[in-house]
């Protein structure tokens, strides 16, 4: 019963966005059955077009597996978009400035990403822990930090020296690299996914830790009076978001992209906080979500083939299921 | 112009709007809210200025309809977390992107633009100064910016002077013993997020038809975060908080200064963060405080 009412409460803002933003574009005049038909063939059935829904609900599947622990510690890391653009720095780093043979610098390249997007989270996570520093403000800041950083670096010290004038990108990585081409997504790659949804399974329902840390978000005193090192917990909490974030830029640069652009994907970090949240801070729930969020991330980019309808109105559909996405459902959280 | 005189006016334009909506912000952080909806109630405000200061031809009519707008967003957002009781910082956000997109796509379906559109009007600017000298850049600021002042004095006096301030810092330092008190926490809150959209409407107006005369897309691209930051870096204190948000808009146009004369080789892009590492600072050495003291 109480996992029913959990999936209702997570299913019911959905559909009840969906509808509110159906009745928005029905008032403005745009043709419902067009628009709908648009998005079923711009994320499902299309030409390439579930292609392209994995492809991004990659980035979101992979930073809201991180963003789950985060939100089972009960802690509020919405530094997802800045330790992904660091993830991403450290693997385009590693992938144009160190020689190698492919096999041994892909790994490492990746490894690097994941390294960094955990170094990422931590610093906000010794904060707040060590010194009570508010975590939604660390991470928000540090995001921007992150941006003005990578923007930094794109247009300085490894700008691409093809381009001309205020380019914000690197130069592409090797070939020999890449995890998938421009279409953004490869078995490779997939099969990658969905290894990284299992081990986050495994930690988060199959470990001490992982069962600890939802003890941790959901009692924090009884925790503490049980002996669980309760700090200890939060910090792997955070580490694990970092590096889950971090992965996923390490996919963007070595898949999709090919090379590190500075605000390629400016909202990624909070579209994946929802995902969470939709998918119930569940594994199975956090994939269906992700699956659903890339699947309009895909329509938006296709629907202008099809429909006048801009591609804004799907971004209004995302906040509306935000703004509801946790009414009512009792996930009490902060104060000031 | 002189180079002083363009650093001072780029630095007065680039904090108003910030200044605005972190004082605005204040109310309802202290009301112990996580607005993160300031960045979207910026926006729809700075939106709602354009379209219906052009609609009308008056730019009056426009800070009406953005200040309507923004009242009726902030309802609609504290009927979400007060009486829904949604998450504060998630409903927020969603907030922020629901105004992202419901602002270019209002601006696609009523004026059939993409990206941005101009203002047929502008905010007066009503002192005409010295066109040289050193006071030159005054008869550039509009009448938004004069009123500036004003605004946070009114700011402090309603927080520190009156019964609504002391309600709301009650609310949100002690919510159980404001409550036992008698007073009702939905009605402080609901008054605390009316102010903060009233301010906000200021602020994107003053963006919007101030200084550039146009909308685009996105405009406020994290002013509404910038001005949280300097709530935080202000203390809870009116006056701080202005400070801050001037802080932040001098650090704005020195990153623009750096770019046009360029001496030292320091990427604008750490100028930048300068504000952004400050509040990490600040907000860690006031956590550390509170944590000793035992209160957090």
Partial sequence: MDFMHRALSAIFPVIAAFILAAALFALTGYDLYEVT???????????????????????????????????????????????????????????LLVPGPAWLVMPLAVLTGMLFGTLWSLLPGILK??????????????????????????????????VRGESASTPKVDEALRLSGGDGMSWALLIMLVVAALVAWLIAERTKTGLQMRFVGEAEKAARWQGINVDRLKLISYALAGLFAGLAGAFEVLGPNGRLVTGATPTIGFTAIVVTIVGLSRVPGIVFAALLFGGLQAAVLFLPIVSDLPSSGLKILEGIIAILVTAELIRRRRAG | MDFLDQFTITTLRASTPIILAAVAGLFSIRAGIFHLGIEGLMLAGAFAAVAAGTASGSVWIGLLVAIAVCLILSVLYWVVIDRLKADAVIAGLGLTALCVGGTAFAMQV????????????????????????????????????????????????????????????????????????????????????????????????????????GFSENMTNGRGFFALAAVLFGGFSAVYTALAGLFFGFADAFGIAMQLFDQSGLPTQFVLMAPFVLTIIIVTISGAVKKKRGTS
């Fill in chain 1, 37 to 95: 038909a648009g998005v079923i063939e711009g994320a499902i059935t299309g030409y390439g077009s579930f292609w392209s829904t994995l492809r991004w609900a990659m980035p979101l599947l992979l930073i809201a597996l991180g963003v789950m622990f985060a939100l089972r510690a009960a802690e509020f890391n919405i530094g997802g978009q800045g330790q992904m653009m660091i993830g991403g720095l450290g693997c385009v780093a590693v992938a």
């Fill in chain 2, 110 to 213: 009523i004026f059939g633009r993409r990206g941005q559109m101009g203002s047929e009007v502008r905010l007066p600017r009503p002192v005409t100064g010295p066109q040289e000298g050193i006071l030159g850049y005054v008869s550039e600021l509009t009448i938004i910016t004069w009123a500036t002042p004003i605004l946070i004095l009114l700011a402090w006096i309603v927080l520190r002077r009156s019964r609504l301030g002391l309600q709301i810092a009650a609310v949100g330092d002690y919510p159980y013993g404001a409550e036992a008190s008698g007073v009702n926490q939905s009605m402080v809150r609901l008054k605390a997020l009316l102010i903060t959209g009233f301010g906000c409407a200021i602020a994107g107006t003053q963006l919007a038809v101030g200084d550039v005369a």
């Fill in chain 1, 129 to 162: 822990i060590r010194y009570g520093a508010d975590e939604v403000i660390l991470t928000l800041m540090l995001n921007f930090i992150a941006v003005l950083f990578v923007s930094w670096v794109t247009t300085g010290p490894l700008k691409d020296p093809a």
